[in-house]
């Protein structure tokens, strides 16, 4: 068994924010816009978050009315990558974890700083490769996974991969969890890595600022440390 840390959702360069964490440590869950022609109708405005305000509440106005980008989806529990991560997500197997991180920025508190927060998991039950997957087939997967956002695009599933989560253990966490504390690098700029709390009981280190490359622990222990973790939320 293995978990993979993969980071989600709206941030200063796909979208211009941080989804917000208020005082008692719940959350927003805001993904990123949608970048590509998509029969998404849901917009920012539209979209009623956990708190009972439209997400794009804590947004900049000017995305407000745009598409969203649900991926991952806690509905169905599917996440879709055909960039170059996909290499990794087809290395995860049925019972992996599959840990969501995202930029969070507090809310009217000072409680909780700007930091990367785990938000949610799947526990995996399947990956698909629509490389694998004949053409003549493509329509009967769209029909059993339309709710996954690559799914919902205007163009052919070319080096998709899907993740689906076991809808019955999977979940979008009720509160947070912080991962990363703020570093300086040599040139003195600072930059998240993670915590030293987060070191030892991962047992990973460094830059989680960008996931292009998702971390992925193997170790017994440190799965142990991770389920009991998120028991806790």
């Known amino acids: 068994m293995k978990a993979m840390l993969l980071r989600i959702a709206i941030d200063s360069t796909s979208g211009g924010a941080l989804g917000p964490i208020f005082e ?18 849901r917009t920012y405005r539209k979209t ?5 305000e439209p997400l794009s509440t ?7 009315d745009s598409a969203i980008h649900y991926d991952p989806e806690f509905e169905t529990c599917t996440y879709g990558d055909p960039t170059t991560k996909r290499g990794r997500l087809l290395r995860l197997e049925q019972g992996d974890l599959l840990l969501f991180y995202a930029g969070l920025s507090p809310y009217k508190n000072n409680k909780f700083e700007k930091a990367l927060y785990i938000i949610g ?4 039950e399947k990956v698909l490769d629509f490389n694998k ?3 003549d087939d493509w329509e ?9 956002a690559h799914i919902k695009r205007e163009e052919d599933p070319v080096d998709l991969v899907i993740v689906i989560g076991n809808k019955n253990q999977s979940k979008l966490l009720d509160k947070a969890i912080r991962i990363s504390q703020k570093r300086l690098n040599k040139e003195g700029r600072a930059y998240h890595a993670v915590s030293d709390e987060m070191e030892k009981l991962l047992g990973i280190s460094g830059s989680i600022q960008r996931s292009s490359t998702p971390r992925v622990i193997e170790d017994e222990n440190y799965i142990k440390n991770i ?4 028991a806790l939320y």
Do not use: H, W
């Not at 009623?48 to 009972?52: A, D, K, L, N, T």
């Not at 998991?121 to 995996?124: I, S």
């Open 24 to 41: 008692d440590g719940s959350f927003e869950y805001i993904p990123i816009p949608e970048g590509f022609d998509s029969k998404e109708t």
């Open 121 to 124: 998991f799947f526990v995996v």
């Open 48 to 52: 009623i978050g956990r708190c009972g």
């Open 140 to 148: 009967a997967y769209y029909n059993l996974y339309s709710n996954n």
């Open 227 to 230: 389920k009991q973790l998120l």
């Open 133 to 135: 997957i004949p053409c």
């Open 58 to 64: 804590f947004l900049p106005r000017f995305i407000a």
